[in-house]
T-cell receptor, first 112, second 112 residues
Framework: DTAVSQTPKYLVTQMGNDKSIKCEQN?????MYWYKQDSKKFLKIMFS???????INETVPNRFSPKSPDKAHLNLHINSLELGDSAVYFC???????????FGQGTRLTVV | DQQVKQNSPSLSVQEGRISILNCDYT??????FLWYKKYPAEGPTFLIS?????DKNEDGRFTVFLNKSAKHLSLHIVPSQPGDSAVYFC???????????FGAGTRLTVKP
């Protein structure tokens, strides 16, 4: 069983579209994260979601919004996609904000 | 399937001594490896990387060793400082492929 799973693995879409990336964890963790990986493979945190408390990185455009229907899911919605949104996005989960994190396999988003 | 494993969830060392964090991988196609450092409630920050054409890469107090035949890499921190206390993630990918896999992390505690 995959602990943290993201779907889809690859997503190609046109500028201006709205898309979602799903993330599910079966570890019973209370905290989930979304990261964006840049061209140098550095990870930049976008959101952390802990017990219904959302912590947002101020540099993230408001076109990006996390949605958590329940504790096991944290989906990433992106409105009005732009070329610069092309990247690999990683979801992760941990028991709390200080514990080790388990990462999903990543979703490669390409905006054309 | 967990292609990148960090079998020690935690490690405690004395200030001034060497910290050795280990990471094993199963996919022989991986040729680029990274270590990230994560403080509580923050995203991982890139620490050091190594490509498979090398067996050692050094940056200040941090050295990463790669043993391709054993599919094993390690991060050495010498001398360890209390500020090094964090969770360290190992990650691996194929250089031309953004499909990156992460270990679960090792929590390092450096005691004064």
């Amino acid at each position: 069983d995959t602990a943290v799973s993201q779907t889809p693995k690859y997503l190609v879409t046109q500028m201006g579209n709205d898309k979602s990336i799903k993330c599910e964890q079966n570890l019973g963790h209370d905290t989930m994260y979304w990261y964006k990986q840049d061209s140098k493979k550095f990870l930049k945190i976008m959101f952390s979601y802990n017990n219904k408390e959302l912590i947002i990185n101020e540099t993230v455009p408001n076109r990006f919004s996390p949605k958590s229907p329940d504790k096991a899911h944290l989906n990433l919605h992106i409105n009005s996609l732009e070329l610069g949104d092309s990247a690999v996005y990683f979801c992760a989960s941990s028991q709390d904000l200080t514990s080790e994190a388990f990462f999903g396999q990543g979703t490669r988003l390409t905006v054309v | 399937d967990q292609q990148v494993k960090q079998n020690s969830p935690s490690l405690s060392v004395q200030e001034g001594r060497i910290s050795i964090l280990n990471c094993d991988y199963t996919n022989s196609m991986f040729d680029y490896f990274l270590w990230y450092k994560k403080y509580p409630a923050e995203g991982p920050t890139f620490l050091i990387s190594i490509s498979s054409i090398k067996d050692k890469n050094e940056d200040g107090r941090f050295t990463v060793f790669l043993n391709k035949s054993a599919k094993h890499l390690s991060l050495h921190i010498v001398p360890s400082q209390p500020g090094d206390s964090a969770v360290y993630f190992c990650a691996a990918s194929e250089f031309d492929n953004n499909d990156m896999r992460f270990g679960a992390g090792t929590r390092l505690t450096v005691k004064p």
